[in-house]
C-alpha cells in the first residue's frame, strides 16, 4: 500500500512540475510612447524636467495621444505582459504656440512616468488634456489647451497619476 501511495505521489509532482513549467512567467515590456499619430509632432507630451524661460521643453519625455488611466502602466488582457510607463528619449520636436519643445536624451530617461513629470506640451490640435494628482482620473487637475504647455502646477508637480484626452 505504501509503495502505491509513493507512487501516486511521485506522479502527482511529476505532473504539477510539468504545469508550472507550461505557465510563462511576467514579461515587462517598458514604453515611452503611446502616440497613434503619423506626425509625432502632434502628441501631447509629458516632460521629466520643467520648461524654460520661454515656455519651452527639453528633456526626456513620455508621448501620447490617448487617455491613460494610471501612469504607473498596464497589464496586458491575458496578464502575461505588464508595460511600465517611462520617459524616454525619441528626438521628438513637439508643435505649440510657445514654440518647438523637443524631447532629449537627458537625466530621467528610463525614469518611471508616475510622479515624475514637471510639464507638458499639448501638441494634439484637435484636443486639451487633463493631467490629474490621481489615477483613474480624480483629484487635483491641470488642463492644457490644444497647442499650449507649461509646467504642471505645484500640486501636481512630480504627483502626476493619470491623464485624459478632452476630445
Known amino acids: 500500500m505504501n509503495r502505491r501511495l509513493a507512487a501516486a505521489l511521485t506522479t502527482g509532482a511529476a505532473a504539477l512540475a510539468t504545469v508550472a ?4 512567467a511576467h514579461a515587462i515590456e517598458y ?3 503611446t502616440c497613434e499619430y503619423g506626425d509625432k509632432s502632434y502628441c501631447f507630451a509629458i516632460f521629466y524636467n520643467s520648461t524654460n524661460a520661454g515656455g519651452v ?3 526626456p519625455c513620455y ?3 490617448m487617455s ?3 501612469h504607473y502602466g498596464v497589464n496586458s488582457p491575458n496578464g502575461n505582459i505588464i508595460t511600465l510607463y517611462q520617459f524616454g528619449y525619441s528626438g521628438q520636436w513637439i508643435r505649440s504656440n510657445l514654440g ?4 532629449e536624451n537627458a537625466p530621467g530617461s528610463g525614469q518611471a512616468l508616475k510622479n515624475n513629470a514637471a510639464s507638458v506640451v499639448n501638441g494634439d490640435a484637435w484636443a486639451s488634456y487633463t493631467v490629474f ?3 483613474n482620473f480624480n483629484g487635483t487637475a491641470q488642463t492644457f489647451s490644444p497647442n ?3 509646467n504642471l502646477i505645484s500640486k501636481l508637480h512630480n504627483n502626476n497619476a493619470s491623464h485624459r484626452r478632452n476630445g
Open 148 to 150: 499650449s504647455g507649461g
Open 31 to 33: 514604453k515611452s510612447d
Open 63 to 65: 508621448l501620447s495621444s
Open 57 to 59: 521643453s527639453t528633456s
Open 68 to 70: 491613460i488611466d494610471d
Open 100 to 103: 518647438g519643445s523637443h524631447c
Open 133 to 135: 494628482y490621481n489615477s
Open 21 to 24: 513549467s507550461i505557465v510563462p
